[in-house]
């Protein structure tokens, strides 16, 4: 079975840094791409970014929102992929879920973990 | 960017109706497009993917359609289980982008 599981939200201050994690099982982890995803509490769902795998040189692709204040990581010893955010703003509050994706155009998204509830407030 | 517009942005309907949401998108996106049915509180589930693929253990009244810049999701016959929230997603070129969602509710 498939499991995502996502750890590392909660409360920080503007302007603060915080590193989700997002621990995978249940398929070969290292073959897939694994994207963010997050949703403003009563909002609709925005895609934060997305890493490759070894073979497409792990490189990332980001939405204009957070480009150059998130990266994204991932450890494919561990089975995990990480969210580095920082320079965190008030509207970054949401709940971040990360999901799985192909490296095929027409097969994105397939699953999904729980989520993790970031807030950015003073 | 790619817009992605979903109408309508909410609707009332009856269970036994046949309902209809559509996704337009800003420019042609070929069928890199997929469906997301989302429940209060839940995580969103992939419906229909590839435009019109149903995914593994998604009922079959669920249908998706089109190519270019209009899409379709289709529910043959709403059932009390499919009150949700419904989102397109752009998979063409980077950044994905989302449709803003529809909300179906009881009539």
């Known amino acids: 079975e498939v499991q995502l599981v996502e750890s590392g939200g909660g409360l920080v201050q503007p302007g603060g840094s915080l590193r989700l994690s997002c621990a995978a099982s249940g398929f070969i982890f290292s073959d897939r791409y694994m994207d963010w995803v997050r949703q403003a509490p009563g909002k609709g769902l925005e895609w934060v970014g997305r890493i490759r795998n070894s073979a497409n040189s792990y490189t990332t692709e980001y939405a204009a929102s957070v480009k150059g204040r998130f990266t994204i990581l991932r450890d494919d010893s561990r089975n995990s992929v990480y969210l580095q955010m920082s320079s965190l703003k008030t509207e970054d509050t949401a709940v971040y879920f990360c999901?799985?994706?192909?490296?095929?155009?027409?097969?994105?998204?397939?699953?999904w973990g729980q989520g993790t509830l970031v807030t950015v407030s003073s | 960017d790619i817009q992605m517009t979903q109408s309508p942005s909410a609707m009332s309907a009856s269970v036994g109706d046949r309902v209809t949401i559509t996704c337009r998108a800003s420019q042609a996106i070929d069928n890199y497009l997929t469906w997301f049915q989302q429940k209060p509180g839940k995580v969103p589930k992939r419906l229909i993917y590839?435009?019109?693929s149903l995914q593994s253990g998604v009922p079959s009244r669920f249908s998706g359609g089109g190519s270019g810049t209009e899409f379709t999701l289709t529910i043959s016959s709403l059932q009390p289980e499919d009150f949700a929230t419904y989102y397109c997603?752009?998979?063409?070129?980077?950044?994905?982008?989302f449709g803003g969602g529809t909300k179906v509710e009881i009539k």
């Open positions: 590839a435009a019109s």
């Open positions: 999901a799985r994706s192909t490296s095929n155009w027409d097969d994105m998204l397939e699953n």
């Open positions: 997603l752009q998979h063409h070129s980077y950044p994905l982008t």
